[in-house]
């Protein structure tokens, strides 16, 4: 979550930051979605410090005494909106005016043999 913060904070796509901490975007994704064993290791969480300025009390353990007072500023903001934006292109896409609703296929009922 604090990624996806720094991103929007420095506003920056995910194909753009991964070029600049020189990993690719699918690895730069997976840290992101927080999927297991994708952790950030401690020389690339150093890149994306330096990169764009953050530090690793913030990426670790979200400390932002140590902060650029203006990435805390842009902080705060993604924080008062309750976080930052979901990644584009997922989720539910919104019905569209008059679309016919499309019931769920049921799941099959399994019968005793008694």
Known sequence: MRLRALLEAVDLDQTAAAKRIGVSTSRLGNWLSGKPKTTITI????????????TLDWICRAK???????????????????????????????????????????????????
């Open 64 to 114: 932002r005494d140590r902060l650029p007072h203006e990435l805390v500023l842009a902080l705060v903001e993604i924080d008062k909106r309750g976080g930052p934006k979901p990644k584009s292109g997922r989720g539910p896409r919104p019905k569209k005016p008059g679309a016919p609703v499309v019931a769920k296929r049921a799941a099959p009922v399994k019968r005793g043999s008694g």
């Open 43 to 54: 020389a690339n969480a150093v890149k994306v410090c330096d990169e764009f300025g953050a």
